[in-house]
């Protein structure tokens, strides 16, 4: 019986993509089924057909995932999290600027939402920015890792694109200032 249980746990937790909860006693259900999967969307190498030059970054909102075209014919895929409804957008823009454990500052608008956040936060574990951010443009976007790994593979941001500390760390060492960022739907 205990294997049966456990099986369609497993099941499940494969079957279905990470998503956010706002309800705690879901939030403890999901962490109970992250127990059985390493990464939901481990990173991998793929054959990649586009003809961005290597150093661009490619990322499908619908997919839920973001290339680091390698060449040769490869990218490197990384699960992410996405903008949730009326939160996602699409273009191109450019890393300008990389941080280690970045500070966060919730813009004016995510504060009009949310009065309840804080007007800043230092870097660090509980920090929603994650380990590494990579800034696009002049836009308020980011790519940044997450202290709430359970949203990888889920619409659920105001927009940024969200990745593990582990992803993040590897997309930031392999990234360069001024590469280019191209955001599919």
Not at 33 to 39: A, T
Not at 57 to 63: E, L, M, N, R, Y
Request: charged content about 20%.
């Amino acid at each position: 019986m205990l294997r049966a249980i456990v099986l369609v746990v497993a099941v499940l937790t494969l079957a279905a993509p990470a998503q956010a909860y706002e309800n705690p006693l879901s939030r403890a259900l999901s962490d109970f089924l992250n127990i059985f999967s390493e990464q939901a969307i481990p990173r991998r190498v793929v054959p990649w057909n586009g003809r961005q030059a290597p150093g661009t970054i490619v990322i499908s909102t619908s997919q839920r995932r973001l290339y680091y075209v390698l060449g040769d014919g490869q990218a490197l895929r990384y699960g992410v999290g996405v903008g949730r409804r009326g939160f996602s957008w699409s273009g191109t823009k450019t890393v300008t600027m990389k941080r280690e454990w970045p500070d966060w500052r919730p813009p004016a608008q995510m504060l009009r939402r949310r009065p309840d956040l804080p007007r800043h936060m230092r870097g660090g574990i509980e920090n929603p920015l994650g380990a590494r951010a990579l800034y696009l443009g002049s836009s308020l976007y980011r790519i940044h890792g997450s202290n709430e790994p359970d949203t990888i593979g889920a619409a659920v941001s105001s927009g940024c694109i969200r990745m593990t500390n582990r992803d993040v760390i590897d997309l930031y060492d392999r990234a360069r200032i001024g590469a280019k960022v191209v955001v599919l739907r």
